[in-house]
């Protein structure tokens, strides 16, 4: 949504704050072990853009994870369609939901969370270097994508060669792995003339968005 | 992990009527717990983890080491996860981690346009504020206006760099020290280290305004 107009002000009551209500944060810690004990299938945050954009839009942030979640478990077929609503049931007549303890789950899930993952590899056989001029594709991609669509088009500097990941388009984030590159952009460039001066903006990009200029 | 026993209010006596979110959160955690996938401590410990381990404390740790160790801020710009690993940070999103510096001249502001991507082991979970729409769509496209209304009127010949974080990079600002400083210890300098400030809304200020010469 970069560059979009008519969302109103950043900073309104309460915005200082991760979130608002417990439950919020029983979901993020749910669907963290849900990613970490592999309950679950797909990118939580390539599902979460398969909302339908009206209803992304309306959704609060955890919303949209609670919403992530169910989603990677019932395609995994940890869960089946209609077993959460059951359960729904079953809370508004008073049942108490049950308690499991496991220090174990606990004790594992903890450590993956700290546990520092090893960080991108260098690239090997980039196709651009630091200083030349790039240009991102004009595209329409269908599904997950870390191009926004504001930068498309654009003609920008490589500042850096940030490494190889995996290209997230694809799967999402199955692809084969290509190199990544730290991108400045003038504020012209992607937005025109301003009042209030220039900028710059920085995005990383996989190099099968960029063209040689 | 500090283990003092919090509240177990996440699934019992509930004073006031649970919104349909909240009992669809209950009814996903129910079923997890039923099925023996998920357990209700790692649920805890993971909640625990954020509230008190993993959050901005962190990030003013490292910031502080860099302002008072002038080769720990080197190593930090150089490599940012590997120096920070050196205070014991890291783990999820944080696997590639970039320390972007503030200098008289320029002034770093960090977003992620196309979801919510924050460096959680030094920052935890971002502000309400970072994860919407209103952010989102502005602080690349009017960074000056956005900044504005955090209270923060940039110099109009600062050079603003927006890193927009759009791949698995993440960034943490390393603010400038604030003047009248000098004599102050790192433990001290922790605490003039604001989580905005990390973000690039806020600069790091010391509580006493400095005298005009």
Known sequence: MGGMHGFGPVVVPGCELAYHERWELRVFAMSTIVGHERLGSGSGRAIREEMPPEEYLRASYYERWLWSTERRLLRKGTIAPGEVDAWMARLRSAEDPPRRIDPDQSRRVVGAVTRPDPPLAPAADPRFVVGDRVTVRRMRPAGHTRCPRYVRGATGGVEHVQGMDAFPDIGPYQGPAEPLYSVAFASEHLFGPSEDGSWTVLLDLFESYLEAV | ???????????????????????????????????????????????????????????????????????????????????????????????????????PGVHNVIVCTLCSCYPWPVLGLPPTWYKSAPYRARVVAEPRAVLREFGLELAPETEIRVWDSTAEVRYLVLPERPPGTDEWSEDELVSLVSRDSMIGTAIAVAPEPTPVA
């Open chain 2, 1 to 103: 992990m500090s283990d003092h026993h919090h509240d177990h209010d996440d699934g019992h006596h509930h004073p006031r009527p649970r919104s349909e979110l909240e009992l669809r959160a209950e009814a996903l955690e129910a079923l997890l717990v039923e099925k023996g996938l998920v357990s209700t401590d790692a649920i805890d410990a993971v909640v625990e983890l954020y509230e008190s381990d993993i959050g901005p404390q962190n990030g003013a740790r490292v910031v502080a080491r860099a302002w008072a160790d002038p080769a720990y801020k080197e190593r930090l710009l150089a490599n940012g996860t590997a120096a920070i690993a050196e205070l014991g940070y890291g783990g999820d999103q944080g696997e590639t981690m970039v320390v972007v510096e503030n200098t």
